[in-house]
Every structure is written in C-alpha cells, then in structure tokens.
Nanobody
Framework: QVHLVESGGGSVQAGGSLKLSCLFSPTYVNYAMGWFRRGPGKEREGVAAIGSRGDTGVAEFGKGRFSISKDTAKKTVHLQMNSLLPEDTAMYYC?????????????????WGQGTQVTVSS
C-alpha cells in the first residue's frame, strides 16, 4: 500500500519555480511531514518540514526561496520552490515523521515516497 505519492517535479531553468506535492495517507494527519533531497553524488539532506500543528522549518539553503505548506483536508503537503538554482537539482522525497514534532533529520522519518526529480539548468 502506497502511503506517500510525490508529484510536480520537472526541468526548469535557473530562476524558475516549481511546486511539489505529496499526497499522503489519512493516517498521517497527526504526524510531521518533510521534504528531503539527494543530489548527484551528495548525501540526502533535509529541505523543509511541517509539524502536525502547522509549524514549519526550512533548511538554510532554502530560506527565502522555499516554503512548505499542508492542506489537511486534501491530505497534501506542498513544497514551493522559487528562484531555483542548478545546485537544487536532485531527487526530492516526501516523508512522514515519527511523531508530531517538527524535525528535519532523515533518521526521524520512517516512511518515504518514491521521489520526484527536479532538474535545474543554467
């Protein structure tokens, strides 16, 4: 059974925008949700997360450019990415946290989607 389904990835030029979406299982409503990425030859890193109460956090590299939001009624978490850079090229993953608290550490997220590819060209 698939609990997390990402969409919205694609190819854009530097400076462009993309909005990623993650459809999650209704049983995940009271958990924190996060977005992570793994670029070519890089370690997986946290991008943004949202706690069950709506508190949010964005990694330093994404501040001012990325934002995360959640539509509980539609069971969807979004990652809005603006002013994209070539170094943002990566596979982006949606994940469910182990609890309601806002965290951005991959080890604290037990369930993961398949990912959606984002490619930013210069």
């Amino acid at each position: 059974q698939v609990h997390l389904v990402e969409s919205g990835g694609g190819s854009v030029q530097a400076g462009g925008s993309l909005k990623l979406s993650c459809l999650f299982s209704p049983t995940y409503v009271n958990y924190a949700m996060g977005w992570f990425r793994r670029g070519p030859g890089k370690e997986r890193e946290g991008v943004a997360a949202i706690g069950s109460r709506g508190d949010t956090g964005v990694a330093e590299f994404g501040k001012g450019r990325f934002s995360i939001s959640k539509d509980t009624a539609k069971k969807t978490v979004h990652l809005q990415m603006n002013s994209l850079l070539p170094e943002d090229t990566a596979m982006y993953y949606c994940a469910r946290g182990a609890g309601p608290r806002l965290l951005l550490v991959p080890a604290d997220f037990p369930d993961w989607g398949q990912g959606t590819q984002v490619t930013v060209s210069s």
